[in-house]
Structure formats: structure tokens, C-alpha cells
């Protein structure tokens, strides 16, 4: 089932929209570098629109397209689903395709409420018995820099943990008049900056230390409550129903202390995804506006020579950059994409399940909800079950 | 009874461990760079031991010694009294030294609880009416760099605040066989990491908004809690009774939403005072292990050339450092004490009351006392009134 | 003969080491993110054994191999011939490719020496009256971040230029262990570090200047004069015949100093193409190791809160990053590539000489010429004529 | 001689302008923090206009002052003369205080010309059999980052030196009204950024390596040939007779390859004063616009975790810092001064000759008259001999 016997395996994807592209991108280029066991062919393409579904395809070089997503999924040259679209429709859509057979590969955040990440889930375990892999695309975990930190944590070079503090910085609405999107409306993204960004750094942060978040205690707002309808001939204004800021302390079940913090209200930050760990033996920090980078400070250094080591990331030695270019040249955003889907064809082939899988994604899901229970009750402590 | 009528004026210093040497640096130095009105005299030096204390005066140049506080208050050549000692003592110096009609510089925090800050304060105001002036030592207010980050924000060139993060990272505590010392003591201390140093995130951000926090949500934890006695020859271990560690999230009135971090144990953090700001119209970033350096981003930059300004705060024009060296010339932690003390006298001779005052001091003992009401009732939000 | 009359336009590219890669993965990314009018076919790959070229064009995507170049030179299928080897063979594969009709892409330097580069440009500009196009690959013109800076120096943001100071640094041969490969042979690679990498910023500073050097004094040296021979089972060594570094002092018309050094012993620096201009009125900053940020410092800025400007040319204005995502999501190496060919393509589709052409290949081998005088003369003075 | 037998030593300046603040200061400053053999006294200062040297004693800290500098020497009171002077009165007043039998410290550069330093030093070494000390004031050798990386370099951390790229870049001259100063003529200064700051340079790099430069190639202009006479009331112009900038390549007998840089015009760039150094087996970067720290790539690290380390010197095993404040409490550039009367006052006591001597001091003037001999023949290589 999970290849047409000839090396290549379809793809199709739902969404052609900014993560649509990227994804493209990713499955167009990976066994260019990569050596993968299944070649992805790029079979079909799904959007709403025929018109503007026909367009993207042509521009992003997919073979066919499909208006009804279900009619994408039922195609026999589809052997991946990927969805591209807003969280309200990842459950449906996933659950349809793991029903059909097929491997699912998801945006994230998994869903937009907790029972629906738990649906998918549960969805995802099953059909794995029956060979089908679920991943969900947390592509911070494919940054090579934060990659090799995730290898000096687990090798104990921090030692035991302390502190970790997260921060997800943009300012694209921090201009009151920015337009209204679909991002801020709940109904179709669950939350805001929570969802939005704050899922990537609690991934993120959980994938660094290994252990999940047990509690936390949060504070949201909303800045700005109105923005106008882009193109609206009569300038009309529609309520933003997200949070435009999320900020929330936790606790690791190791003793560390965790703080967050999620914005697209910093002026000047334009995609800024901090972290910083500090442990009994060394301490690591990133931003992924230098994302090639990682700092690390060698507690274990003598002290005359200690100091946070710029590393380059991009040594052939390092996770992933070996298929890229030599030492010192830059690899970009997109990259962290075509690394996601390198894995994920070798799980499919390997038959292992993919990490980040939906049970990942909902172990975010319920931090997220934590925060915002803990953001309703007066910033109380609540547990993240 | 500001000064001996020759345009001189005695100081009666109280400690001379870390606080005594860096402020007899700046009584001994203040003149020579400041036109100031009232040139100090270093009179004499209280310490409880007389050996060390002679030792010390004659190390850092102080004409006397006494033993006893209340004798170096009831001098005559004493117009100025300087507590640099642990805040246990603070109350009852500072009072005694007001009842005196001695003028008062005090070490932060103010004190240790709000109660002693209340009476401090409420003293501190009637004597100002008699002529005397009180003024506590948040010295990061005369950080050139954060001086001109408070009047770009005064001038509004930040726009409406909407995010302060403000982190205070140290690690000397970090190897869990550091010895234990007084600052780990609640009898002494009063608190941890934050009165220590969240004391003076917290002062610093009030001072750069011009507006106080109205409520704090809070997590505080202690990681070591028995520490070696230093020198004991039976290896005994002493019980650390304070936080290690204090995070918390607040609100400003205007809407600001802020986070604050005070720890001891950020391994390779030797002395990284960082906050940050964003507004509608710009943002600023510090950090005081570069602390000649302001970043600023000016968001009414064309788009092109927008970017993160790193300001040199060096050039004559800049707060205090026109009486110091030529552009690019950097000075150290102890000019920031340096600063507070022309301040000081100058505000003496000029009869002003001092910024910060013993008012500003109890503000900071207020939020302080919410953090760790908050950390004590699962972190639930506590409004500082 | 620009096109096969379908909007596509057929590729031939002859090598398939380090820059065939980058350029194949130009020639197969490009439409997909730029409006180009002519659509790419990767046609034949050209390598001398046909094995391995075999594979590369499998794995790399070309739908033909050629072991001779002068066979895919002369294919039907072919209107652009990319040459992709070292650079003894670069005029020989351009006077052919020129001479049956096609369109040249060169990698740099243009050639061994300057009596070559100028057969070349001749060839060049004749054939450029025919219709056809010649670029040579100094892909640093298209980093956006140097486009940028370019663009602030056209416009007269800088002013008057006084100072021009690059570093080409890298360190892959600082272990004296580094085995032998065809650069470190003055047959096939004509000079060094002058050469390999020194190229790049004599380059980029005409670009970025708009200027030629007038003349040079140099120093360059050899640190290891022997070196393994890769594989050999006897452990011989081979004879390094190029620079292992060269620095050298210029000047421009306008009177501004310049000074470069290029070196692949700087241990520690990976790809470190560093420029710095100051000008009478702005100052511009640049490192390859950082190739998303720009450093610009606007001397007309009020004196408080001037600063070197740490600009993330990632915003959608900024020359060719619209085409990408969305601000501070960085790209990396390979982009600039993609850039390259876009300019390619629309060149020959627009009938426009691109730039640079190989007459400013000739005037970058020129200076190298000149350096290589210089440094054999003493370093006595010698102008580039 | 060398003391007044009750532990205190006099100190004659000459000279109150930038040179004499800060060498005041650490006059002032340094028995405070060092434990120094002879606590010095500031006797006397000398100037040439009687008014302002009193006005300079008064606020300086000076016992009493001398309108001629004979007399200054011949004082009872005064046993070393310290010369804060431009350097075209260096050689007069050295001689006459060693034939005083005085001790010497004299700024930078030693002098004007190769003969005069050549006498200064003979008359040093003379004197130094006699018990008198003498040192050149290159601050630079006592800021705690730069005598690490030259212990770092001793002990052969770096192994083989292959580069060293020197710069020190101001712009204080950059805008082309700035008035004219001693500084700008050739009588006074000798030359312009040259021997003020790239002096500096010339000696911190051969002190960092250990080894003279064996000979230069350079170039050196002047962009700005007229400037204003400052407060003129007639506006008038006068004749700038130095270099504005110095540009010239160098070896030292290591092997090593040298590019130094020095200009005055380097808009943006206030006092950085940069050196890099690249050995085989590890790296070092500084710039003095963040004189407490220093770059260090440690080629033995492995190669996951590699990096440029960016070492906080504020630690109690640095160098000089033990005596100042807690790690990551920063110092400043007048810290420098007081480390070197430091190490001038203990060798006085221990009759231990200082370094840098006067000898030191001629070396260095040797080098800036091969860079101006080889920048008045066309670059030509000059040995400096």
C-alpha cells in the first residue's frame, strides 16, 4: 500500500496556500539530496477554487488537482495526504485519509481543541497497526541547530535542567491596521499567537528536554479588537476573536522551570523563535532569525576559556546538512521542511512511526488548552493532563 | 545641616564588603569627573568588627571608623548616612539615621518586608520636609544606555507599550557546592533571587514605562536547598530558606503585558540584565553585559533600511558620559554609581527629592510581596496595591 | 533560437561537482518561485565519465548525459550551455558554446588568465550582437542583503566612499593534512585563494562601489607546500603550485582606500565573505556567515540614537525575497543561485546583456593579474590597466 | 630614589588634557584596588598656561602645579614624571627627568621620529642600570581580554600564526568640518592616524604574537587637506599635514601574514580597535567596542560543538579583574591606565625593568617609518630594521 512498486509513492495535498508552497517545495526537492527509499511524486493538488487550484498547480508543478478534498483522498495514485489547510478542517480531513488507507502528514497545531487532537490521535494509532504513518508538522524539530541541541541534552552535556525560557517574537499585526485573516478568527484557528506560534516553542522546548510540560499558568490578550476586511469597498472593520499575546510560566517534571512567550506584536522581531536552556552543566540558546546557529556554554570548560561557543551549524557532521553544501554555507527556512519529509519517507519505508506523530501534536494540544483555562481563571495554576 | 559650609559634606558609610567598595569608589571619585555643588568627604566607616573595619577604611580611604552605627550616626562630620548593608538592618538604620537629620543613601531593596519599607518611607517624607533627602540605590537608573531608553520612551518614540520582558541572570549559584552565604537566608535577605536582583528588573522596568505594575502572577522554586558552610572544618551543610529562582507575569495599566525572570543559576549568564520593550511605534532591547550598548528599533524607519539600531551610548550627548572619556570609550559597572551619587548631591543642594526615593523603594517591596503571595497560592493573580 | 517556441528553454551544463548541484537546483526551483519567461529543461549534463555522470544526472534530475562537451554543445535540445568545471577549460567550452549559437552561464573566475578572459569577452560581445547572452557566476551580486547594499550606495546614501575593506576567510585548508584537489593546482585553477575566493570580493566591491580598482600592492603566500594525495595507498604527497593567501591594498577613481585579504587558513571562519564601506555620510556592514542581515549605519540619523542598523533583508520590498516567504524566514546559499538564473532567463527573453557579463569577469581578472605582479615584484605598486 | 621612605611615591604630569584625566585617575585609583608597594602621591602638575593648570590641580586631585616642566622635574617631591604631552616634547622631557634621575612613564607614540625614540631608549637603558624605570603608555597591553589571548598565544593554544588582521577604525574626522588640532600637524603629531592610533595596533599585535614585523607594504592619504581653525572669527582654514588614513600589509618572521588598517574616517565606528588572529590550531577576535570580551575558536573541540567563544573576561582569574568586581560586573577603558601604574609601580619597587620599555616603544616607531618610507614609494616592500 504505501508506494506504486516503482520507488515513487503520490503525494496529495490539501492547501496551496503559504504552508501548501513550502510543503511543494520539500517534496519537489528532497531526493535531489536526500537519499530516500521512495521517490514522492507530486500526483495531486486540492483547493476550493478550480481556477485558482489550476494556477497554483501550474505555478508549484503538481500534476492534477482536485476541488473536493475527499475526491483527492480516494485517488489511487494519492498514497500521502498532506494537509495544508486552517485547523478547523485537519480533523476531518486526516481522519477521512487515515480511513482510506493512506499516510497523513499534518500542519500544525493537530486541531484546534483538545478532543478533536485526541480523535485524530486516537485515529492515527490505529491505522498505524494497519502500516499507515501519521506525522505532524512540527518543523522546528528539523532545524539542525536545534537538532544537535536536542543531541546535547539527551547525551547529558546540560546536565540536569533548570531553566528554559521560550519566546515566539513577530510583529506582522502590531500595525493596528493590519488586515483581518482567517488566523484571528476562532473559529477557524482555534486560538491566536497560542496556536499560531506558542505550539511551535512548547514543542519545541518538549522536544528539547524529552519530558512534557505538567502545569502551567498564563496570561492572554487581545491589543486589538477590530481590523479592517482587506478589499472591503466600505472599509468595514470584523472583530478579531484570538488572543494577540499569549504568556505562560510551566514546570517540567525534572524541577525545571519554564517560561513562554508568544506575540505578533513585536515591532522589529520579524520571525524571532527563541530558546534558552540552562542546565547543571552547560547551557544552550537559539533564534531562528540565525538559525544556523546555536550557542553553547560548556560548563565543564576550564573557566579562563569558558564562554557561549557560536556554533555554525553546517558542518557536514551536523543532523542534516551534510546532503546541503559545504561547511559555512547557509541553508534557509525551507529546508526544515525538506528534512520533515525526508523522515517521514523513511518512516513509510522503514515502517516506524514518525516523530513528531498526533500523539505529539496532542500533547501540545493540551498545554494549549491549559494555557487558555489558566488565562480564563485568573492565571491559577492548571495541570496539563 | 546639608554640609559644613565649606562645599564639603561628610559621609558616614555603613558596610564595606561588595556595596561599601564600589559606593566609597564613588564618593572618592565624584568630583573629579561631575561639577558637583557638595564635594564628599569620606568621614568615616562603620563595620562590626573594628580589626577589619580599620583595615578596610585605610584600604578604601575613609579618615574614620566607628563600631557602632548609632555612634557614626550621632557624629558631627556626618551629614550623609550610606547603609550598605544586608536589608535586615535597613529599617533601623535609615530611621535612626532620619531622626538624626542625617541625609540617606540606602541600598536595595529597600528593605525586606512592605511593612519596614512603609515606615522607611513615611519617615523618608517627613524628613524631607525638614530638608533631609532618601534615596535608594536602584543603580541600573543611571545606566547611560537605560537612561536614554527611559526618555525615548518618555518621548514617546516607542508609541503604546504593549511588551516588557526583563530577565536577571546570574549563575554563581548554579554548582550546588557554592557555599551558602547571607543572601540565602530569610532572615537576612528577606528573599532569594528576587529581592536580589528581580528587585532591580522590577525598578528598572516601572522606571523605563513611568508606571507601575497592578498585578503579578507568580512561580518561585528553590534548587538547592542545603548549601555547604564555608570553612567549617566538619563540612557541615546550612539551610538555604529563599528562592532560587522567581518568574512571573504582570500587567501595566496602559495594557502592557510583561514577564520577569530572576535567577542565579543561568550557567554561563554571569551578570545579564536584559529587558526588552515593544511598542506600537519602535522597541528596545538591553542587556547589561553590554551595557554601553542601547538597541532600538525605530519602527517609523523606511521599510527598507529598518533594522535594530545598535547605539554606542558613548557620545558627549549621552546621559553622564560627556564627563567621562571621548566616543566608543566604554565605562564600567561602578560608573552607574558614580551617576547616583551626583544625583544625590546634587539633589541636596538643590533641596529635590531624590529619584528613586524611599516611595519608589516601597513600590518595588510591594510587587515583590505579590510574587511571593502569588508563587504561594498556585500562582494565582495577586493585585499590588 | 533563444527558445524551443514552447516558453521553455533547454539546458546543457557541463560538470557535476559542487556548483553543477547548486546550479541544477537553480535551473529546476526557479519558476516555481520567480515569473520567469522562459521555463528551464534540464536537458544533458555533460562529465567526462560516464558512470558517474550517469548517476549525477539521475539523482541531480537532467533528462540526457554527454561525456563529450562538444556533443552537448551541439544538441538541438540545447540553447543555454552552463559551464560548471574548473577553470583551465572555461574558455575553451565558451568560444565553442558561443561559436554554434547558445547562451553562456560561466562560473568564475572567467578564466586562468587575462589574455583568456579577453578572448572570451570578445567572443562575448560578439556574439551578444547575434542575440545571444554570456553571464559569469558571481552569484554574491544576487545576495540580496549585497543588492541592497548596492542599491544604498546608488542612491547616494553613503556618500563620498572613503573606505572599502573585504575578507574572503575560510579554513578548510588550515589542517596542513587537507588532501590535495585540482585548486590547489596552478594548471587547472590558475591561482589560489586569489582566485577561488579572492574573485568574489574584488568583485562584489566594483559591484558594490560601481568602480574599478586602479591598481594594487599585494603580498601572498604559501603555507603548505605539500599534500596528501586522496587514496593514495602509498601515502605520496603532490606539490601545491597556488597562493594559500592573498592580501592586497587598492584604490578606486574616487579616491576611496580598499584593502582585501582572501585565505582558506582563518581556522574557525567557514564562509566568512566579509565587506565593510564607510562613507562620508553611511557606513554598510556584511559577513556571509550572517548573509540574511545587513549592518547599515545612517550618519544623518539624530546623534542619540545612531547605530549600525542590523537590517533582516527578508521584508517582501527587498530585492528578490518577495519570492519567497514570508519576513524573517530566512534563505540560505543555493537562493542566490536561483536569483542568477531568474536574471538569466529574463535576459535573454528581454534581449538585454546580463551582468556581469564576461567583460566584468575580465576586469576582475585583471586585478587578480595584477595582484600576482605585485606580489611577485616586492609589492611595489601596480595599476590595473 | 624610588620612594619617600614612608611607602608613598610622587608623581609630576605633564600635561591635563584627555592623556592627563585618565592617567590621573589611575594614579588617584590604584591603591585602592591593588595591592601596590608604594601608594602614590599626586604632587604636581604641570602645564603651560598658569590659570588653567590650576583650575586642572583643583579638579583633578593635585597637590600643586608647575607652568614649567624643568621645574617639575627638578622637584624634591616628584620621583616619577609622568608625560602627557603630544609626542613632539617626549624626547626633551625624558631626557631631562632620566638625567634627574627620575622614573619615566611616557604616552604613546614614544616619539616622533626613529632618532628621537632611538635616543629616549638609550638613555632608558642607561638609566635602568641606575635603578630608574621607564615605560611607554600602550594602554592596550593591559586591557584583562588582550594579555589573555597573549596568554592563550604563549602557551600555544593557537599553535603556528599564519594571520593577524589589525584595525582600528574612529570616526571623529569623518565629517570633513570637523575643526582642526595638533593632532593634524605633521610638528606636533608626527603623523596622523598612523602614529595615534595605529601605533597602537602595531605594538598590541606584536605583543600578542611575540614577534616583530620584519617589514610593510603601504599606502596612506589624506582625504581632508584644510580644516577649520577652531573659534576663528574669520573662519579661516588651516593646512591638515598628516595622513588621514594608513593601510599596509606586513610578516612577522613566524611566517605569519599581517593587514592592518588605521583611519579616523571609518564612519559609525567610534573606538574599534579589532584584532584578529588565526593560528593552527585555534583563533582569537577582539574589538575594544567590547573590550570585556574575547573570540576564541579552540580548533581541538570537536567538531559537533565548535565554535567562536565569546568569553566574558570578568572572572577572578583573569587577568587584572580579580581586583574589581563580581563576574560580568563590566570595566572601562580608564581601567587599563590603572593596570598599568599598577605593573609601572611594582616594578619600580621590585627594580624590574617595565614593559612595554622605551625599546618597545622604538620598535614600534620603526614600523611606522617603514609604513610611511613604503607608502612614499609606491608601495614598495620596506624591511624595518
Known sequence: MSNAGDGTIGVGMVGHAFMGRVHTHAWRTVHHFFDVPLTPRLAVLGGRDLGRTKAAAAKLGWDAVETDW??????????????????????????????????????????????????????AESASANGQRSMVAFNYRRVPALVLA?????EGRLGKIRHVRAQYLQDWLSDANAPMT???????????????????????????LGELLTGVSAVT???????????????????????????????????ALAVYEATRFALGRKNSMRVEVNGELGSLAFDFESMNE?????????E??????????????????????PPGHLIGYEHTFTHEVYDFLTDIHNGTDPVPGFTDGLRVQKVLAAVAASAGDHSAWVSVT
Open 70 to 123: 475527499r475526491a483527492l483522498i480516494a485517488r489511487d495514485d494519492v498514497q500521502i495526504v498532506d494537509i495544508c489547510t486552517p485547523g478547523d478542517s485537519h480533523k476531518e480531513i486526516a481522519l477521512a485519509a487515515l480511513a482510506a488507507g493512506k499516510h497523513v502528514l499534518c500542519e500544525k497545531p493537530l486541531a484546534n481543541t483538545v478532543a478533536e487532537a485526541e480523535e485524530m490521535a486516537a485515529a
Open 304 to 325: 579562563q576559556t569558558a564562554g557561549f561557543r557560536r556554533i555554525l551549524v553546517t558542518e557536514p557532521t551536523h543532523p542534516y546538512v551534510g546532503a546541503w553544501w
Open 294 to 302: 546555536l550557542s553553547f556554554y560548556d560548563g565543564t570548560d576550564e
Open 221 to 255: 490578550d487581545t491589543f486589538v479588537h477590530k481590523r479592517p476586511i482587506e478589499g472591503d469597498p466600505d472599509g468595514r472593520l470584523d472583530d478579531v476573536t484570538v488572543d494577540d499575546a499569549a504568556l505562560f510560566l510551566g514546570r517540567f517534571p525534572s524541577g
Open 182 to 208: 482567517w488566523r484571528l478568527r476562532k473559529e477557524s484557528a482555534g486560538s491566536g499567537a497560542l496556536g499560531d506560534i506558542g505550539a511551535h516553542i512548547v514543542d519545541a522546548t518538549q522536544f528539547l
Open 150 to 154: 536536542r543531541q546535547l541534552v539527551a
